[in-house]
């Protein structure tokens, strides 16, 4: 969706628009430092690690106050350390 877009320093995926995130959406995205992750997400492909490779950068995977559990449980564990909750 979103692979190879050297510039993407940040994206928020809108709440409710949504409920699935394919394996590669980021892939490449060299650049990107946070992505905010709404609740109504509710399957994270099984190849998550590709949804992301090559995003030297992140650094932060933003989701909803309270839903820390919830989203540890979809995403790879690799990507715990980055989750922080929001308002």
């Known amino acids: 969706a ?32 946070s992505i905010t992750l709404p609740k109504s997400i509710t399957k994270i492909s099984a190849d998550f690690d590709d949804a992301f490779a090559g995003c030297a950068s992140l650094a932060a995977i933003c989701i909803p106050k309270g839903t820390t559990e919830y989203f540890k449980e979809i995403l790879s564990e690799k990507y715990h350390q980055f989750i922080t909750e929001i308002e």
């Open 2 to 33: 979103f692979a190879y877009m050297d510039n993407l320093e940040e994206f928020v995926i809108p709440a409710g628009s949504v409920k699935r995130l394919p394996s590669c959406a980021f892939y490449q995205c060299v650049k990107l430092k």
